[in-house]
């Protein structure tokens, strides 16, 4: 197997409670390009969020990781097949998918190596969509403490490969022509204890936490609580998404 950058395994339990979820009408919209319903390859699956959200619309989907640990904490269904697998190497049969999804994960990967097993494995007018979300919106407040702690202290213990996040994926060298794709964003209802679990999950935050030994977030914690003291509160937090699909 391709070496991988491991970034996640060390929180895979935190990342499968404390991510938000894609919006169906995201998987309703790619299943009608898809040429047929037959096979999808969700990519760098993680906990198989998106996975798990393409069970309606495929009849079977290839959930692939590197990281044996994110997959046991995958969720399970008999329509999703999980592997140990690079996203640049694969044993899948040629023009055998209908669809490849790359969710908030393409940044990890060797593009050259990953856009060729993609166009081997893809049907004749297969489609990729590869997405990514940065930072949540909340409020003008907690958007700047947000901020603030994004650049902060923990700034320096982000990978290199972040910056492609930064840039909206406009500098990832995509192979096909790009489809229009209408905006779509994640949205949920999280309490305090539920956003600050999301910073848990953080590669940047770990690290600094395995480096120094000091905790991040509590600073943070402290400061949110201030604007948001109701710890029972609801609050209504958005992801914007940004997307790279196109069709073989």
Known sequence: MTQFKDHF?????LYSQYRPNYPDALFSFLANLAPKNENA????TGNGQAAISLVPY???IIATDA???????AEKHPQIEYR?????KTNLPDQCIDLITVAQAIHWFNFPKFFREANRVLKPDGILAVWTYNLPRISAQADRLLLDFYTGEINKYWPAERLHIEKDYQDIPFPYKQLEVPEFKMETKWTV???VG???????????????GN???SSFKTDFEKLFPDSKKKILISWPMTFLVGRK
């Open 198 to 212: 999301f910073l848990y999950t953080w590669s940047a935050v770990n690290k600094f936490i395995e480096t120094t």
């Open 84 to 88: 140990v697998m690079s996203a640049e």
């Open 9 to 13: 395994s060390r929180q895979s339990k």
């Open 193 to 195: 204890k539920e956003i």
């Open 67 to 73: 990281s044996e640990n994110q997959l046991a904490h």
């Open 41 to 44: 390859w969700d990519c760098a």
């Open 58 to 60: 495929f009849e079977k």
């Open 215 to 217: 905790d991040p977030v």
